[in-house]
C-alpha cells in the first residue's frame, strides 16, 4: 500500500479546484483510494508525462480531469503536485 503525503502548495490548489468543481469531490476520493492499493490500476491510466515534466505521472480522475503526480518507488509515497484539467496541468 502506498502513502499520499499532501504538500502545502497542493492542498491551496485543490481548495481552489474543488470550489469550482465541488461535484468531482467524490471521484477524487475514489481516485485517491484506488492510487493508495494499486497506483497501476487500469482505471486511474497512470502514465509518465514528457518534456519539461519528466519527472511526474498523471493519474485520471475522470475523463476531463487528472491529478499529477510524483512516485517514490523505495518509499511506496506519491505526492501530488497538480489538479485540474489536461491542459491546465500538462
Known sequence: MYNIVFTESYIRRAK???KRHPEVLPQY??????????????LLRLHKLKGRLSEL?????NI???IT?????????????DIGKHDEVY
Open 57 to 61: 505521472f498523471s493519474v485520471s480522475i
Open 69 to 81: 503526480i510524483i512516485i517514490l518507488i523505495e518509499d511506496k509515497k506519491i505526492v501530488p503536485v
Open 64 to 66: 476531463t480531469y487528472r
Open 16 to 18: 481552489k479546484f474543488f
Open 29 to 42: 476520493e475514489k481516485t485517491l483510494k484506488l492510487l493508495e492499493l494499486n497506483p497501476t490500476h487500469p
